[in-house]
């Protein structure tokens, strides 16, 4: 994953934005699966070797300078740390990263918790699709959003879920795409 800072992109922008990572890096040995804008990163989903990295920063540099740069895997991590992370991804925008460790909680969890956590997953893939300018299927993912977190209100480890609930339901229910904090 290569986050390059953002200097004005919108999500509308992510498709010229991976053709132009395409062209950048063709005749390179790499594969640029994916590009999304939030507000503060442009974020590549890349296949390069560790060794290429800096030459695959180098060639894209004329789309935005490096943030960082992170090699995704699974991590094993407790249930709080792994919730930490996943509110922090969340917090900035970073939402496919957010998706990938909350799974490792909801892998964990059971019942009504099982759901809630999916809820949040769910919410966050939402947001990725949205990064894509894909507003009709992130819609459609926040209203699977809120079937699994239809019965739960109060707080998940400082996150208010009521508040979270608000905002999804008001972004169904007007159209209107924002981000927004856990």
């Known amino acids: 994953m290569i986050h390059l800072k953002n200097t004005g992109y919108l999500p509308h922008d992510a498709t010229v934005l991976l053709k132009k990572a395409d062209q950048l890096t063709s005749g390179f040995d790499a594969i640029v699966r994916d590009a999304r804008v939030s ?4 974020e590549f989903d890349v296949s390069v070797a560790k060794k290429d990295l800096d030459l695959m920063v180098e060639k894209m540099k004329s789309i935005g300078l490096l943030d ?3 090699h995704l895997v699974e991590e094993k991590m407790e249930k709080n ?24 909680v909801w892998k ?11 809820g949040i ?16 299927i992130c819609l459609s993912i926040m209203n699977r959003a809120m079937e ?3 019965n739960t209100t109060g707080k ?5 879920i009521d508040e979270f609930k608000k905002k999804i339901s ?12 856990i």
Do not use: P
């Open 68 to 70: 960082h740069a992170r």
């Open 39 to 42: 507000k503060k990163y442009l």
């Open 121 to 136: 997953i769910l919410a966050a893939a939402a947001f990725v699709h949205y990064q894509k300018y894909e507003n009709e």
């Open 81 to 104: 740390e792994a919730l930490e992370n996943g509110k922090f991804y969340f917090n900035s925008e970073r939402f496919w990263e957010c998706h990938e460790v909350l799974e490792g």
């Open 108 to 118: 964990k969890t059971y019942e009504g918790e099982k759901d809630l956590v999916q």
């Open 170 to 181: 008001r972004m169904i229910k007007t159209g209107t795409i924002d981000t927004f904090a």
């Open 148 to 150: 699994k977190l239809v």
């Open 156 to 160: 998940y480890h400082d996150i208010d």
